[in-house]
């Protein structure tokens, strides 16, 4: 029987479970609602019948689990710390449960940096050894792989990208501090721009995609942006113009051959991508930089899944 690897992707809304061959073939795969609310055993227990049910499959011989997380996580200690999406959870491990219950190796990484190794190793930036990760979406996140392995830091928590301060005394974060590119660039922070402005009395087509103001999202900005209207493509100038200049410092620190972004604000396609290309054209310091590739992400929904099976090969890889 040909040796695959588990991936889990742990998610505020479900939990996920497949089997992949080591060429990323899925083979297997199955999920449930993650009941976050009934608080972290509850959660721990689903992940555990997950990966129960997936392994009683019988599709391929199973080397090793890797399991992606939403929150900062300590890569040794199996410890995520403080995840916004699963409530109580404080400094818990996930890591002891599966190891105990299953004696398999098991690896455990941040969501976003596990779907960077996804992509450099089954998606887009499949054979590219330094690329960058990000994901525009509720928030802004990312990871980064470096002379192909993951980097990140000495307790697991790198590729923070959503939390580069851009502008001081800038809006508010989901972390707390203020000017952040996520605080300035993610879907919340698009339709905030154009809520804020409609309030101001600012005509736009994206008042008649939605019931009220307060309804409007990055993806009704889109939409009225891919119709020519002028406040939308005037949030996604701004909103992407921040993304590139947070893209150019990484560029200068990094070098990373291949930018990939993902996330559902990437939906947007050219309204979004064209400003970031530009400013960081603008933003780079020499032509050194200025050709690298930022291109649209490819594994879509599936990359924490994608992502921790690239974990798990990764570790017993060594």
Known sequence: MAQCVLGVDIGGSQIRSAIFDIEGQLLFRTQTTTPGESGPQAVIDSVLDRIAQALSSGRGDVAGIGIGVPGPA??????????????????????????????????????????????????????????????????IGGGIVSGGRLLTGWRGFAAEIGHQTLVIDGPKCSCGQRGHLEALASGPAIARYVIDAVRDGRKSIVKGLTEGPEEITAAHVAEAAQQGDSL???????????????????????????????????????????????????????????????????????????????????????
Request: proline fraction near 5%.
């Open 74 to 139: 300590d890569p040794d200690t199996g410890k995520i710390y403080y995840p916004p999406n699963l409530p109580g959870w404080g400094t818990r491990s996930i890591l002891d449960p599966v190891r105990d219950q299953f004696g398999l190796p098991t690896f455990v990484g941040n969501d976003a940096n596990v779907a960077a190794l996804g992509e450099q190793r089954f998606g887009a930036g499949k054979g590219i050894l330094d690329l960058l990760y990000v994901t525009i979406s509720t928030g």
């Open 232 to 318: 939308a493509s005037e949030a996604f100038q701004t909103c992407g113009m921040y993304i590139g200049i947070g893209l150019a410092n990484l560029i200068h620190i990094l070098e990373p051959q291949l930018i990939l972004l993902g996330g559902g604000v990437t939906n947007a396609g050219d309204v979004l991508f064209d400003p970031i290309r530009s400013t960081v054209r603008e933003h780079v310091m020499s032509e050194i930089f200025q050709n690298i590739a930022i291109e649209r992400a490819r594994l879509g929904d599936d990359v924490g899944l994608y992502g921790a099976a690239a974990l798990a090969l990764v570790g017993i890889e060594g």
